[in-house]
């Protein structure tokens, strides 16, 4: 009964060179994501030209006045068409 018993380990086959590069290209794919949520989580202190030059960006920005939107022609039709009625 002893002799029936088989304890060699099962023959698993070689990897193919298509299932090396899946399993390297997910490797890398799951460290690039680390990477971009490490890059989301510490933030890197702005140089103090870099925070010079987005506050004078700003500040040009708030001295212009917005343009007035003309209404779109997609609302005037629903106008003219409520008008037809």
Do not use: W
């Not at 099962?10 to 997910?26: C, I, M, Q, S, W």
């Not at 799951?30 to 925070?51: D, G, T």
């Amino acid at each position: 009964m002893a002799s029936d018993l088989d304890f060699s380990p099962p023959e698993v086959p070689e990897p193919t060179f298509l299932e090396n590069l899946l399993r390297y290209g997910l490797f890398l794919g799951a460290i690039f994501q680390l990477i971009c949520v490490l890059a989301i989580i510490v933030p890197i202190p702005k140089s103090h030209e870099a925070e010079a030059a987005a506050s004078e960006s700003r500040s040009a920005e708030t001295t212009r006045k917005p343009k007035a939107t003309a209404p779109s022609t997609n609302k005037r039709l629903k106008k003219e068409a409520k008008k037809k009625r």
